[in-house]
């Protein structure tokens, strides 16, 4: 079963006690996933949360090989305005993931809905960390609910 993520860009600080609560809510999240049958996990790529979850699976899958990630790119070229280390981190995840679907080799308008559409049609769960009501990870998860999908909100 295929679990996937969608999320913020923006994160709290690391160092702050925000950050550690979402990392403590990621992990039982990923946890209810897994036992609930979800051993392939999608994420989009982007900065912030994606990035976060991605690296989150990846780390699981050292634990329990039967874990798979795949990353859905809306566009080639995304990483290209991320900070060199955002740049590498996503490089790595690309890198490590188990599948890499470009859904289009270029930047045009609403391909990044389009991502998050077919994630959510690839999926039975979707693991949200959405704050603010108008964001395309608010927008994702309404897709995810109104398609059926078990939606954990962390």
């Known amino acids: 079963m295929t679990c996937c ?7 709290p600080r690391a160092d702050s006690p925000e950050y550690a609560a979402l990392l403590t809510a990621l992990e039982a999240a990923v946890n209810d996933a897994r036992k609930a049958g979800c051993d392939h ?19 699981a899958k ?8 795949s990353v859905y790119v809306p566009h080639r070229g995304q990483e290209n305005a991320y900070s060199p280390a955002d740049r590498a981190r996503y490089r790595a995840l690309l890198n490590d993931a188990d599948e890499v679907l470009y859904l289009s080799d270029r930047y045009r308008p609403g391909c990044m809905r389009e991502r998050n559409a077919r994630m959510v049609n690839d999926s039975a769960y979707c ?4 704050r603010r009501s108008r964001s395309g990870s608010a927008q994702t998860l309404k897709m ?5 999908l078990i939606a954990l909100r962390i």
């Open 41 to 59: 996990f999608v994420v989009g790529g982007a900065k912030g949360f994606d990035l976060l979850a991605g690296e989150w699976i990846l780390a």
């Open 5 to 11: 993520f969608t999320g913020h860009r923006e994160l």
């Open 62 to 69: 050292k634990v329990d090989p039967a874990i798979t990630l």
């Open 127 to 130: 693991i949200a960390y959405v």
């Open 144 to 148: 995810a609910e109104a398609k059926g």
